[in-house]
C-alpha cells in the first residue's frame, strides 16, 4: 500500500476526464489509486528519474493502457515536459519523495549498508556522479558541510576528514566500508546512545547531496502553481523535515495576501491575492497501523493545496 493514500486520495479527488501528474511514480502505487478513482478516462502523467522504476510501472499499470503516460522525467523538468505533451493545465499533482523500496533494497543501488553494494546512490544512474564520486571530488570543508545540513551529523568534521583519508587511499570499495569508516570515526560512547547505525545520516546526507533533492524540491515547489488550473490541487508526502519545512514555507507562501489596501500593496509591489488554499493546516502523518504495517512510513508528512 502506497504512503498516506487514503489522505493523498481524498485531497487529490480525481475525477474522471481529467489529467493528473505523478511526479515520482516509483512503482506506481499511488498511480494506480488515481486510475482507478479516475475511471473511465481520467489519464496520470506518470514521471520519475528512475529508468528502473518506469520498467516496473509499465508492468505494474499495463492494464490502464493509454491512460497513463510514462516520462523520465525529473521534477524540476516537470514544466517543460508537460509543455511537450501539450497537458498543461493540469487537475492535479503528486509528488511522493525521497526512495522506493525497490532502490533501498537493491544492493547495487548503493542506499543501504544492510548488504554491501558499490557506493552509488544515484537514483537516475545516468546522471551526475555518484556519491563515491562526490566524496573523491568534495574537499573536506565541502564534504563537512554536506553532512551537517543535509544529515545533521553532529561529529561532521570528523567524518568528512575520515571519508577523504580512506577514499584517498582507496579503503571505500564498498557501502559497508563506507558505513564502518563512519562508524569507527565516531566517538564509541556518542554511538552507544544512538538509536540508529551511526553511518545513518551520512548516508542521507550523501543521497541528498548526489540527488540534489533539495535543487530538485525548491524548483518543483517554484513552478507547480503555473502547471494546475484553477481548482488543481498539489499533493506533497516528504520524509524529513529539510524537505517539510520548504513544503510547508512554500505553501504559506502562495496562501498569503497583503493585508495593505490593494492600491498601497501594489505600490508596495506586494501581491493582493493568494495564489492557492492551504488544505492541510497541519501536515497528514500516518496512522500507527500504517507505521506498524510500512516502518518507513513512520517519518512521513503530507501536505496539499489548491490552486485558486
Ligand atoms: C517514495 S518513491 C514513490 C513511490 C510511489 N508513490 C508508489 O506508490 O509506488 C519515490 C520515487 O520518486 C523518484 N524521485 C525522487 N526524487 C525525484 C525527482 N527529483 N525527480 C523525479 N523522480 C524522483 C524516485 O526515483 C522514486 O522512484
Same mark, same amino acid.
Given at each position: ?44 502523467? *506518470?514521471?520519475? /528519474?528512475?529508468?528502473?522504476?518506469? $520498467?516496473? +510501472?509499465?508492468? #505494474?499499470? &499495463?492494464?490502464? !493502457? ?84 543535509? *544529515?545533521?551529523? /553532529?561529529?561532521?568534521?570528523?567524518? $568528512?576528514? +575520515?571519508?577523504? #583519508?580512506? &577514499?584517498?587511499? !582507496? ?93 498601497? $500593496?501594489? +505600490?508596495?509591489? #506586494? ?38
Amino acid at each position: 500500500m502506497p504512503v498516506l493514500a487514503g489522505e493523498a486520495l481524498r485531497l487529490l479527488a480525481p475525477r474522471s476526464g481529467k489529467t493528473y501528474v505523478d511526479a515520482t511514480l516509483g512503482a506506481g502505487g499511488h498511480a494506480r489509486e488515481i486510475l482507478e478513482t479516475s475511471a473511465p478516462d481520467g489519464v496520470v502523467v *506518470g514521471c520519475d /528519474r528512475d529508468p528502473a522504476a518506469l $520498467a516496473l +510501472a509499465r508492468e #505494474e499499470l &499495463a492494464e490502464f !493502457g493509454d491512460r497513463v503516460v510514462f516520462v523520465h522525467s525529473r521534477i524540476s523538468e516537470l514544466p517543460d515536459k508537460l509543455a511537450e505533451l501539450e497537458t498543461i493545465p493540469v487537475q492535479g499533482i503528486l509528488v511522493d519523495l525521497g526512495l522506493s523500496s525497490m532502490q533501498v533494497d537493491d544492493p547495487d543501488r548503493g542506499f543501504a549498508f544492510s548488504r554491501p553494494g558499490p557506493i552509488d546512490m544515484r537514483m537516475d544512474p545516468s546522471d551526475g556522479p555518484t556519491a563515491l564520486e562526490l566524496i573523491r571530488e568534495s574537499g573536506t570543508d565541502e564534504l563537512t558541510a554536506i553532512l551537517r545540513d543535509y *544529515g545533521e551529523e /553532529r561529529f561532521a568534521p570528523r567524518v $568528512a576528514k +575520515a571519508l577523504s #583519508e580512506a &577514499a584517498r587511499a !582507496g579503503r571505500l570499495g564498498t557501502t559497508r566500508d563506507l558505513a564502518e569508516v563512519v562508524r569507527s570515526a565516531i566517538p564509541a560512547k556518542a554511538a552507544r546512545h544512538q538509536s540508529i547505525h551511526p553511518a545513518t545520516r551520512t548516508f542521507q546526507a550523501l543521497r541528498i547531496a548526489v540527488n540534489r533533492e533539495l535543487e530538485e524540491l525548491d524548483a518543483f515547489l517554484a513552478a507547480f502553481p503555473d502547471l494546475l488550473a484553477p481548482g488543481g490541487r498539489m499533493v506533497a508526502i516528504s520524509f524529513h523535515s529539510l524537505e517539510d519545512r520548504r513544503v510547508k514555507r512554500r505553501l504559506r507562501e502562495l496562501a498569503w495576501s497583503s493585508s495593505l489596501p490593494p492600491a498601497y $500593496a501594489e +505600490a508596495a509591489g #506586494e501581491r493582493i491575492h493568494p495564489i492557492c488554499r492551504t488544505l492541510t493546516s497541519k501536515p497528514k502523518t500516518p496512522a500507527p497501523a500504517e507505521v506498524r504495517q510500512n516502518p518507513r512510513a513512520r517519518s512521513a508528512k503530507l501536505r496539499a493545496c489548491e490552486k485558486l
